[in-house]
Structure formats: structure tokens, C-alpha cells
């Protein structure tokens, strides 16, 4: 069993463990718990798996009638959870993040059957902290863990991603072929997430006159909440090297088709990023929990891996940046090598394996 969500950066990596799970044991039956309402409860089914949702939510930040009503449906969440867990009788609940982990793996916990956590960020959140004093293994990204779960189940696998991903060689000229892409043209990747960017859509409004007159390309995701919007204002500047688009599913030849990449630095992201080898700008969201986006572009940053861009200082400086790179080829060759340095490919194979132990 398989349980968490809510944002592209929980789905797609619990996705990547049950492909590798299934690959590896075809006889295998995988169930996803997800959050109603949620990404998962359309993603999961789309990539072929059985999903329940649970009436879970998070609580907002400041204080708002859906926090009222967050012990009811918590408390709902874990009766159903339970529910589940006793029907489908799981070997191993796996963990990955999102408002639905919660109750299920405290279900499993209480029925002694074995957990593992799967912590994408450098900053944990308060339900894995409080998970993790049962769970039988935890497997993460980033060093120096300890401070947030017990140091003997800590397993450093780094983060699953897409397998396509992991071989970009010889997708360049088809890549731009399938994005409507000029050749002769750098091309600059734009993601803000699968929801979109504010930070990010304003500063590709600001300056992609400027990017179209110097010669760039730009291939611009801008999330389901703002497509419509950046659509309209794109269309109606005339420019005809703006791409922009809802959500980029061939994520594997978006990043071959990229000179450099404008991205948020979510966990997913970052590992992602990684793997690619190219020139990355992080613009972290500052509206996340102890500011754990800027905490993982930093640990990229420090080893030159990387260049991070403020949000606050983000809107107007995002091609002075891309300038900044491209016009010194030496610097986007050394942040591309130093970014692949420190990928893990074989993360999602490692994860695969810690499960199979708690299996046996």
C-alpha cells in the first residue's frame, strides 16, 4: 500500500516505486490512499492504479472555516483508514508525504505492520517527525537527517524519479521537433509546478519581450491556475517564440530540448534536475514550510551545482540570469557537470530493495 499526494512532487515519485515495484514482482497487488479532492485521485488512476480517498485536509496557516472543520474530518480519516488496512491486509505501507499518509501509516503502525517513509525535502515535516518514532525504515535525499528521524532507520537513497529521464542522449533534435522549437535558438525551460508559479508567470510576462529580441526560445510551463491568463497575454504580444503551456507530460523531452532551466526547487524537482545536467536557476517558493525550498536549492548552491534567485528579487532579473549563464559557456558547462555529480539514478531501484526487506 502506497499512501500520500496532494502535489506533483508526492505522486510522481510513489508512481516511480510502484512501476519499479511491479516490474520486479508483476504478481504483486499495489493500492494507493490519497486525499480527496486531490491530484492523486486523477494521476493515480492514470498511471493504472487502483486509488481510495480519504476526507482528509490540511490545516490552513492562518485561521479559516475549513480549519474548523480539520478535527472532524481527521478524525473521520482515521476510522476509514483503519478500515482500509484491515481489508486490503498490506505486507508494507510505504509513505510517501501529502494530508492522506498520515492517518494510513499510523493504521499500519497500530496494527504492527511495517512502514517506511519516503522523505523527498532537506526539511521533514511534522507528520514524518511523528511517524518516524515507528517506522521500521526512512528513506531520504539529503544528509544530515538525523535531527528529524531516529538515525538507525535512516537509509540515503536520494528521490525516485521517471525512469525516461535517465537517458536524454540523442532526444535533443526530436524534442524540438515535438515542442515546435527553432534549432537555431537557446532554449529556456520555465517550470513552476503542475499548479503554476505566481513569482514565475509575472517574471516571464515582464521579460519575454526582451528574451524573443536577444534570440532565445522559451518553452514556458505555467500551471493549471494561470495557463489561461499567460495564454491570452502571450498570444496577444504577437511574439512567436513564447511557448507556453499548461503542463508539460514529456517532461523527458522538455529537459533535452533546455539550454538552461528556470525552476522552483522542489524535491522532486531538484532530484530531477539532477539527473539532467543542465544549467539551473532555482527560484525557490518562499509560501512552503520552514522555507524547505530554499534549503534545497542550497544544498546544490554550495556546491556550485546551481544558481538560486530569490522570489522577492525574481521578477525582472530572470533573463539577466539566463544572459549571466549562456554568455559564458564555461560557467554552464561547469553547472551542468556539478549538477549531475550529484544525482542518484539508482534511487528508485534502492528504495525498491529496502521494501522488499521489510517484505521478507
Keep these: 500500500m502506497i499512501s500520500g499526494g496532494g502535489t506533483g512532487g508526492h505522486i510522481y515519485p510513489a508512481i516511480a516505486i510502484a512501476n519499479a515495484w511491479m516490474e520486479k514482482h508483476p504478481d504483486s497487488e499495489v493500492l494507493f490512499v490519497g486525499a480527496l479532492g486531490k491530484m492523486e485521485m486523477q494521476k493515480v488512476p492514470e498511471a493504472g492504479y487502483k486509488i481510495i480517498g480519504l476526507p482528509v485536509a490540511g490545516l490552513q496557516r492562518k485561521l479559516t472555516w475549513d480549519n474548523l472543520s480539520f478535527p472532524i474530518k481527521l478524525f473521520k480519516s482515521l476510522i476509514q483508514a483503519k478500515r482500509i488496512v484491515k481489508d486490503f491486509e498490506p ?128 518553452l514556458w510551463q505555467s500551471g493549471k491556475y494561470y495557463f489561461k491568463e499567460m495564454a491570452e497575454r502571450t498570444e496577444k504580444s504577437g511574439l512567436q517564440h513564447i511557448h507556453v503551456r499548461e503542463f508539460i507530460r514529456e517532461m523527458d523531452l522538455a529537459y533535452a530540448a533546455a539550454d538552461v532551466i528556470i525552476s522552483r526547487a522542489g524535491a522532486l524537482s531538484v532530484s530531477e534536475l539532477s539527473l539532467v545536467g543542465k544549467p539551473v536557476i532555482f527560484i525557490p517558493s518562499p509560501n512552503v514550510a520552514e522555507d524547505h525550498q530554499t534549503k534545497n536549492a542550497m544544498a546544490y548552491v554550495t556546491h556550485h551545482a546551481a544558481v538560486l534567485l530569490k522570489d522577492g528579487e525574481a521578477i525582472g532579473n530572470m533573463k539577466n540570469e539566463v544572459d549571466l549563464i549562456l554568455n559564458n559557456p564555461e560557467l554552464a558547462q561547469s553547472l551542468g557537470s556539478n549538477i549531475k555529480k550529484l544525482a542518484k539514478p539508482q534511487a528508485t531501484e534502492t528504495i525498491v530493495h529496502e521494501i522488499e526487506k521489510l517484505v521478507a
Design 91 to 218: 505486507q508494507v505501507v510505504v509513505g510517501v508525504g501529502g494530508y492522506a499518509s498520515g492517518p494510513v501509516l499510523y493504521a499500519a503502525q497500530g496494527k504492527q505492520i511495517p512502514t517506511l517513509i519516503q522523505e523527498q525535502n532537506s526539511y521533514a515535516g511534522l507528520t514524518n517527525k511523528i511517524l518516524s518514532k515507528k517506522a521500521s525504515a526512512i528513506c531520504v535525499a539529503y544528509p544530515n537527517m538525523e535531527k528529524f528521524f531516529p538515525a538507525d532507520r535512516i537509509i540515503n537513497t536520494g528521490n525516485p524519479v521517471r525512469k525516461d529521464l535517465l537517458n536524454l542522449e540523442g532526444k535533443r533534435e526530436k524534442a524540438l521537433g515535438y515542442f515546435g522549437l527553432e534549432s537555431d535558438r537557446k532554449t529556456v525551460l520555465v517550470l513552476g509546478g503542475s499548479l503554476g508559479a505566481r513569482t514565475l508567470n509575472q517574471g516571464m510576462l515582464k521579460d519575454m519581450e526582451a528574451f524573443e529580441k536577444d534570440g532565445y526560445q522559451v
